[in-house]
């Protein structure tokens, strides 16, 4: 229905109804007086009907638009569908505005909107929780009075922002903040915040990994080196030195494999962390083939092994890296104890746990080293290059040995009286008495 106002139609309708009022005045012979009448009529009942709807949009509270006939009907309805046209956009307007906010917000990282002087206009939770900030409170601060690191103030204000800056985060600890600023809007800059700190440890491990390799490797193949320089010159060299050459190089070269080994092994634990375990361990019948496999050596020693171990004790693991955990710590405990050595294996269960644990009465390991033992690499520096031959890999192996198995290795020494390691599989773990 055309329902909309033109300036022709307004006059062709007035003129018909002055032609039909002034017909009916013409007839009855009061032509004037009831056109007068009728246009005072037609003021007052656009009147009525203009005030009806300033009332309704500036007072009333109603949705709806108030009753009118005839022309005003229409205006009331035209308004009232804009009215609502506009209502919709705005609710669509809200929405989207909403599903952003919840999309910056479920981001990983913490992001802000700042004006390109650095008034703070926008930011999203995560940004409050890692710059401390205070929301609404900081809104309409500069960044520079928000994140006052004299680091950052400096790269704001140089205004360069191709690379992005790592700062240690507001109010001090480890944490490290990687800030990203690019351009937003018109006028505004998009700051992107995330937390580096594992990123940057990991960035730290790998390097120091490299490093502690490298500087492993380097000793044996100096080593020998030194003895195939020799060998170069045959007369260097008498039978009784080459012997001893010779046995220098078996020496570097085993200590070269292990670590070779020790460095396939933790990676293989790395590459294949497993959450649940179906294999059954009987690690009874395990220890007593290792105690035998090291028979040699505990003679050489001449340990003396007291063992209390349940042989019905099963659990539920990866049976390579469990034995692996507990031959490490079984040959540590024979390798330091020394010569002469008492040492107490025990495999049993306690408090529905399986406990393991290898008890020396050797030198003992000082408290400042007791943290630092399952690092990679790390050994006791009296022990460094020393006869033992170790590559301070073991009980990194160890470690990780466990943290598959949702356990942790427990060091207990005394300098002069011993040492004991030990762990505990969780109750979900080791199976009930048989
Ligand atoms: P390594 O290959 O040197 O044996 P580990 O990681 O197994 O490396 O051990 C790290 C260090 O812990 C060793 O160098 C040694 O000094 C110390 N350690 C381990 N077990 C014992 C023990 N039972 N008694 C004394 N010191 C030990």
């Given at each position: ?21 002034g ?45 009118a ?39 990983p ?65 480890k ?51 030194g ?19 010779i ?139 020393s ?11 160890v ?24 762990f ?11």
């Amino acid at each position: 229905m055309d329902r909309y106002f033109t300036p022709v139609k307004i006059i062709r309708r007035l003129l018909f109804s002055l032609l039909v009022v002034g017909l009916a005045g013409w007839l009855f012979g009061y032509t004037f007086e009831l056109l007068v009448v009728y246009l005072v009529g037609v003021v007052l009942w656009n009147s009525f009907y203009q005030l009806k709807l300033s009332d309704w949009l500036w007072k009333s509270r109603a949705t709806q638009p108030p009753q009118a006939p005839g022309a005003w009907s229409d205006i009331y309805d035209g308004i009232y569908r804009t009215l609502r046209r506009s209502q919709a956009r705005r609710r669509n307007l809200a929405l989207i505005l909403q599903r952003f906010r919840e999309a910056a917000e479920t981001i990983p990282d913490a992001g802000l909107v700042i004006e390109s002087d650095g008034t703070l206009v926008w930011s999203n939770k995560l940004a409050q929780l890692y710059f401390g900030l205070q929301w609404p409170t900081d809104k309409g601060i500069r960044i520079t009075n928000l994140i006052r690191h004299p680091r950052f103030i400096k790269y704001f204000g140089e205004k360069d922002f191709r690379e992005a800056i790592t700062l240690g985060a507001p109010g001090g600890g480890k944490r490290e903040i990687e800030l990203r600023i690019m351009p937003y809007a018109k006028e505004q800059l998009l700051v992107i915040a995330r937390d580096v700190t594992r990123i940057r440890m990991l960035e730290r491990m790998r390097k120091d990994f490299v490093a502690n390799v490298s500087h492993e490797l380097k000793t044996p193949l100096t080593v020998m080196q030194g003895y195939l320089e020799l060998m170069a010159e045959p007369s260097a060299l008498p039978p009784a030195r080459m012997t001893k050459a010779i046995a220098d190089m078996t020496t570097q070269t085993q200590r070269m494999q292990l670590m070779v080994e020790q460095l396939l092994t933790l990676s293989r634990m790395e590459a294949d962390y497993q959450e649940t375990f179906t294999e059954q361990v009987a690690v009874g019948p395990m220890l007593h083939a290792m105690v035998s496999e090291i028979s040699l050596m505990l003679n050489e020693q001449q340990v003396q092994l007291q063992q209390q171990i349940d042989n019905d004790l099963v659990v539920l693991g990866n049976a390579d890296k469990l034995r692996a955990a507990v031959h490490n710590l079984l040959v540590n405990a024979v390798k330091y104890a020394g010569k002469g050595a008492v040492i107490h294996l025990t495999w049993r269960r306690e408090a529905e746990q399986a406990l393991f644990s290898v008890q020396d009465n050797g030198p003992g390991i000082g408290e400042e080293h007791l943290s630092r033992l399952t690092e990679r690499f790390y050994r006791v520096a009296a022990d460094r290059n020393s006869h033992t031959g170790g590559t301070g890999l073991g009980l990194s192996i160890v470690k990780h040995s466990l943290e598959s198995h949702r356990s942790q290795l427990q060091v207990e020494s005394v300098v002069g009286a011993g040492s004991c390691f030990s762990f505990r599989l969780p109750r979900d773990l080791t199976l009930p008495q048989g």
